[in-house]
């Protein structure tokens, strides 16, 4: 079965980009956002939320990478005091074993100049966060295309982390929209990833 997955991986490219990932690995449940009922505010198994007088929304769209569907969310507001806006799987944490590093990442893509990132924060196993400057990978992307493009960050757990989490966030200033689809978190053992042409028109931010 391992190497049916991996031969399929090898032969889905996208835009340059050949695969090799076994998705049979990824710990996040409803990855492909494909369980996702009409009219309601984000896919099962995960969470959209927008506090601090943020304003943002999540819908089901038929513009995916794979599948059916796709999560496309909007931030109105400037980047700015205690607005926060994400879809994330708080409710349905991934376990991780410390020591080992993990691979989380997706395909995304936005019509505008949204820049977003890719957090990873990490709990201990009664759920309490261990903090930004603990095994959270977070990178930032400015969009540049309306084309999927497909990004990743790495994080080790650190010896107290036992649950993680995934968040798809954007933080660009005076609104930004996103597509989301087809993410993952998986130990980078399980995950092999070539890069056979240029770098994503998606440019890393900060
Ligand atoms: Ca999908």
Known sequence: MKRILLIAGLIFCLGGFSLAIDWSA???????????PDGVPSPTDWR?????????????VTDAFS???????????????GMDSALDNIDNKYSVTP???YVAGGYFKSSNSSVF???????????????????????????????FQFHTVEFTAEPTAAQG?????????????????KVFVMTKASYDYVETAASPSWTLYE
């Open 26 to 36: 990824n710990l996040l449940l409803n990855h492909d956002f494909e369980d996702y």
């Open 48 to 60: 959209f939320f927008a506090v601090g007088g943020a304003v943002g929304t999540c819908t089901r």
């Open 67 to 81: 599948g059916i569907y796709a999560a496309h969310i909007t931030w109105d507001n400037p980047w700015a005091g």
């Open 99 to 101: 020591g080992v590093t």
């Open 117 to 147: 990132r890719i957090k990873t924060p990490t709990f201990t196993g009664s759920g309490t966060w261990l903090g930004s400057d603990h095994t959270d990978g977070s990178a930032y992307w400015k969009t540049g295309t309306a084309d």
């Open 165 to 181: 989490q995934a968040t798809f966030q954007l933080v660009t200033t005076g609104g930004g929209i996103l597509t989301i689809d």
